[in-house]
């Protein structure tokens, strides 16, 4: 395979990664839409025809239901689990009158530009997490 010939595999990618199980769903996303694991290649179909189309249907949207709720449970605990990790290394500050901060700068005008700006001067705490900071102070580095 080669640069050029890309195209000729994304069948094969895709394929993969949809009957690949996701780890915080807990399912593959072929699951997920239409309710049954995907069939591979290599499976042989059942020939034998034992439902009529509205049973089929009912099946597979009570299917669709269950596991959509399943994947819903499941990444929550996932999310649970996460930020039970995150929480672990993350550490508490407090800040005081008189400290230096750095704003974080939310729209950048270009990749290389800076995440923060400041230092700014902190005039006075506003209850737990909100602070008045001197502005006019601001050195740009």
């Known amino acids: 395979m080669n640069k050029d010939d890309w195209d000729?595999?994304?069948?094969?990618?895709?394929?993969?990664?949809?009957?690949?199980?996701h780890s915080g769903y807990g399912f593959?996303?072929?699951?997920?839409?239409?309710?049954?694991?995907?069939?591979k290649p290599s499976e042989f179909a059942d020939k034998t025809i034992a439902k009529?189309?509205?049973e089929y249907l009912d099946e597979t949207l009570s299917k669709l239901n269950t596991t959509q709720a399943q994947a819903r449970e499941n990444l929550i605990?996932?999310?649970?689990?996460?930020?039970?990790?995150y929480d672990l290394k993350s550490l508490d500050r407090e800040f005081?009158?008189?400290d230096n901060v750095y704003l974080f700068k939310n729209v950048k005008t270009s990749?290389?530009?800076?995440?923060?700006?400041g230092p700014y001067i902190i005039n006075e705490l506003i209850g737990e997490k909100n602070v008045e900071l001197?502005?006019?102070?601001?050195k740009s580095s």
Do not use: M
């Open 77 to 85: 605990v996932v999310k649970e689990r996460s930020k039970y990790y």
């Open 28 to 39: 593959t996303p072929h699951e997920l839409v239409f309710g049954r694991k995907v069939r």
């Open 8 to 21: 000729a595999w994304i069948r094969c990618a895709l394929f993969s990664y949809n009957s690949s199980g």
């Open 111 to 117: 990749k290389l530009d800076d995440h923060y700006i």
């Open 134 to 138: 001197q502005l006019y102070a601001h």
């Open 96 to 98: 005081n009158e008189g």
């Open 52 to 54: 009529t189309f509205n």
